[in-house]
């Protein structure tokens, strides 16, 4: 008997210690595998090998990427001579990207580009906005998600870093923001002509949604996704109306010898999308959003509170209102001293209940649509108010937090003299209200 019992209990450690040691593998293996590539697309698999492109909607020449609309996607290709040849072309003068100017990390190299052999022999064209009558005559890119031949979906919940290079073509009169991405859980493929609509939750652009108007040399669109685990292709155009677009005109360049035509032409070329768990991962974007906050205003409003004798307390702890800058939560001086304000007030009166306010600017609110950091950026402002009392002895039951977002304009709001910037910053605040209980 206790043999048998020795023998199962040598049994059941050893399980132990083999379960043990296969969680500790997984987990190194996940700790050593945290980069994973999910698509690489420089359009270099053609269907047929060594083809040419002579004609329009070069696209459907390649064997893994599908026309979205009746109007297809161009091809360029290295082989091919004149109108959509590498170099000088119908609509510009452009050549695939070289290994050595496109600056990828060592991690990003070992995923995307091992041999250095860069941008290839090929890169897509497409068209983003043509006006008037012709405004639907826009050029989509549909890249199927495959694996093996065989379509796959992202994983939910995954953050994916998204890259790709574009670059303006000189025979464009007008360069555009809006050039997205859709992270589609349908691979469209020959839809009738007309923009393709974007879907809340799928669709980014750059972090700030620029108007790309580089004719020379090729720029980089990045960004962040979280998917939904149903995304099953990534679709690259324009997805908003004409009305919603801003454009640039766009004078030739001198060296540019081919007529300009009345549209937004863009070269595509190079889509990466890597699994990452934090955004410190994602290099590109990590670059491109660097002093995110200054690139639309450095400006902070200050005021200093009005009270006076015959005011209740209440409109007193009202009257002290905290200003931020763009995209921050962080205290300022000024803001510290109306915090310690409100922390004497409670302190003196440990019946006084206090309901936190916090409140953001429209432009915050856009920003938030490609950046996660900025989303419920006055709740954001209203917490950290919220932890810095709780850290300096009140009771938490004590406070409450709300937020209107952008929905509610500053009092201080003067529309006659005040410039949008001014709006914005006095819109960026924390205030205070006494509650009854």
């Excluded at 595998?33 to 420089?42: Q, R, S, V, Y």
């Excluded at 996704?225 to 149903?230: N, V």
């Excluded at 510290?336 to 409100?342: A, L, M, P, S, V």
């Excluded at 409450?400 to 910053?425: C, F």
Aim: net charge negative.
């Amino acid at each position: 008997m206790k043999i048998k019992t020795t023998i199962l209990a040598l049994t059941a450690c050893l399980a132990l210690i083999i379960s043990l040691d296969s969680t500790a593998n997984a987990q190194r293996k996940g700790k050593d595998d945290k980069l994973k590539a999910f698509l690489n697309e420089g359009f270099e698999k053609m269907a047929e090998k060594d083809a040419q492109v002579s004609e329009a909607g070069g696209i459907e020449l390649l064997s893994n990427i599908k026309k979205t609309t009746d109007l297809p996607a161009d091809l360029f290709n290295r082989a091919s001579e004149g109108d959509f040849g590498v170099g000088p072309n119908l609509y510009g003068d452009e050549t695939p990207i070289e290994a050595s100017t496109e600056k990828l990390d060592e991690a990003d190299k070992k995923l995307f580009d091992p041999s250095g052999a860069g941008g290839g022999d090929n890169f897509a064209g497409i068209i983003t906005y043509k006006p008037g009558k012709l405004d639907k005559e826009r050029s989509y890119i549909t890249i199927p998600f495959m694996s093996d031949k065989k379509p796959i979906k992202m994983t939910k919940g995954m953050m994916y870093c998204v890259e790709y290079s574009i670059s303006l073509a000189e025979s464009s009169k007008y360069a555009t923001n809006n050039i997205g991405l859709l992270f589609s859980k349908e691979v469209l493929n020959d839809a009738p002509l007309g923009h393709v609509a974007k879907e809340a939750g799928r669709t980014l652009t750059n972090y700030n949604n620029k108007v790309y108007n580089n004719f020379y040399g090729w720029d980089k669109v990045c960004a962040t996704y979280e998917a939904k685990g149903d995304e099953q292709c990534l679709i690259i155009g324009n997805f908003e109306m004409n009305s919603d677009t801003k454009t640039e005109v766009m004078k030739k360049p001198k060296t540019f010898e081919n007529p300009v035509i009345p549209q937004a032409y863009y070269f595509i070329d190079n889509i990466r999308i890597k699994e990452v768990t934090t955004k410190e991962q994602c290099k590109c974007y990590q670059a491109d959003t660097a002093n995110i906050e200054d690139s639309y205003s450095t400006l902070i409003y200050d005021k200093t509170p009005e009270i006076n004798d015959k005011m209740t307390n209440a409109q007193k702890i009202a009257a002290h209102v905290a200003y931020y800058g763009f995209g921050k939560k962080s205290m300022t001086p000024s803001s510290k001293d109306i915090f310690n304000y409100i922390l004497e007030q409670m302190k003196a009166d440990p019946l006084l209940n206090i309901e936190i306010e916090g409140h953001n600017d429209v432009r915050e609110d856009q920003v938030a649509e490609q950046n996660q950091e900025f989303q419920n950026m006055a709740r954001q402002r209203a917490e950290a108010v919220k932890k810095y009392l709780v850290g300096q002895g009140i009771a938490e039951d004590r406070l409450t937090v709300s937020s209107t977002g952008s929905k509610v304009n500053s009092s201080e709001i003067d529309n006659e003299y005040d410039d949008d910037e001014t709006k914005e910053a006095k819109n960026r605040r924390v205030m205070f209200k006494v509650v009854i209980k």
